[in-house]
């Protein structure tokens, strides 16, 4: 099974709202991402609407509809009000229908996702959450460290996914070998446990083209949802290399898992 690249358009859309207007475009960024190769889109709309806002997120799933080979990925917490013309993240799912929901425990006072749930405090709250997103035929993913207990508790909940973060892995990266290795091994491990268990396993943050080549080998990863590196990198590689720059890196993953 190939692993799939989703392409996280937050950037584009954060450019886009330093200044007046539309421009970049979001949506033929979307497309031009999605005919060099990449698998999904990710969006994650914030009460705050710093980067992607809601009209964006009806406008990608317009787009995507008639796309049933491209994944669409919304990201967010389900427990954020609605805001100003933000409607909460499940009004937002029920209005677009994205192939996947990834639940996320973030704030407004977080520069960006920093950390997965812990789901000894917030079981009862997401329940509901993902009873409904599964009613509306959404795929539920749950952004998770990589902690045994807590991978289990994912699946105890109902959940169809996990999002290992891979904050700290990335940022071990270029400066602790050991760091680094231990941590890769954590991620292994909770892949492996949250596969026998039954659950897909996503990841993303910082991933980049340094870190994802080791990252892609943790059995079982279905996807990756990159932003931050991807859209870095498009400045000196311009998106079409960027794009299939990441894919080849998973395909040589995907290539080194099928002869295990
Ligand atoms: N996954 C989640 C839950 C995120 O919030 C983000 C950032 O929006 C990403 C993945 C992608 O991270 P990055 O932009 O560092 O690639």
Redesign the pocket.
Known sequence: MDIALSV?L??IALIRNSREGNYPNLIEHAKACISHGSDGI?V?PRPDQRHVRPGDVLQLAELLKPLPDIEFNV?GNPFAAARGDYPGLTALAEASLPDQC?L?P?SDHQL??DHGFDLTKTADKLLPVIEKLNALKIRVSL?MDPIPKQIELAKQLGADRI?L?T?PY?AAWSHDAEIRERLYQQHHQAALLATELGLGVNA?????LHNLPRFSTIPGLKEV???????VDAITLGLENAVKAYKAILELATNSQDLK
Do not use: P, Q, R
Not at 204 to 208: A, S, Y
């Open positions: 996280n937050n950037k990710t994650h990201e990834t996320v973030d960006t996702s952004f999002e973060y904050g990335a993303g943050h910082d991933l980049n949802s990159i932003g931050h590196a991807l859209i």
